[in-house]
């Protein structure tokens, strides 16, 4: 029998100005990745640094630590639109977890967040997944619903004179 073997590793960029911040972040992937799981693999660095390297397809981005807030989030969208980003921010802010989501995270995590929540999250994003509070999930699909039919059907362009 043929051991099984793990698919190549998955390279996930980490963006937080603080050391400290860093270095926890780092420490979700010192646990291995379950049987037939690729293994994930941090790879710290500025945000510049990160966004040029094509073979990073994730992105941890600590709000509360890097400077730019939302800003930055729309930034790396439009620089890397592929780049699967999951916030770590701060918590009870309803309205930024969905602002993230809209800007294109595809996971939300409060600074409370344990490391095995984060190891989750990061996993759930990269198996193509989304990771966020149920609550906000479901607020975030009401707004989405509430966009007027008459704005899905398009009425044909429209010519000046």
């Known amino acids: ?11 996930i960029g980490l963006v937080a100005d603080e050391p400290i ?3 926890g972040l ?9 049987e037939g799981k690729p293994s994930l693999l941090p790879v710290p660095g500025t945000l510049e640094e ?16 890097a400077s730019g807030g939302l800003e930055i989030l729309n930034s790396i969208c439009l620089t890397r639109p592929n780049i699967r980003l999951i916030v770590i921010g701060p918590e009870g802010n309803d309205e930024l977890v969905m602002d993230s989501i809209i800007a294109g995270a595809r996971g939300y995590l409060e600074l409370t967040a ?26 975030l699909i009401d707004r989405l619903l ?16």
């Open 1 to 11: 029998m043929v051991p099984a073997r793990n698919p190549a590793p998955i390279r």
């Open 21 to 23: 911040r860093l270095a």
């Open 26 to 34: 780092s420490s979700v992937f010192e646990q291995p990745s379950q």
């Open 50 to 65: 990160l966004l040029s390297q094509t073979t990073l397809g994730y992105l941890v981005v600590d709000l509360s630590s």
């Open 114 to 139: 344990s490391p095995e929540m984060v190891r989750r999250a990061i996993e759930a994003v990269t198996g193509g997944s989304i990771w966020a509070p149920r609550r906000l999930l479901s607020k």
């Open 146 to 161: 509430k966009v007027s039919d008459a704005s899905l059907i398009s009425a044909g362009p429209r010519l000046t004179e």
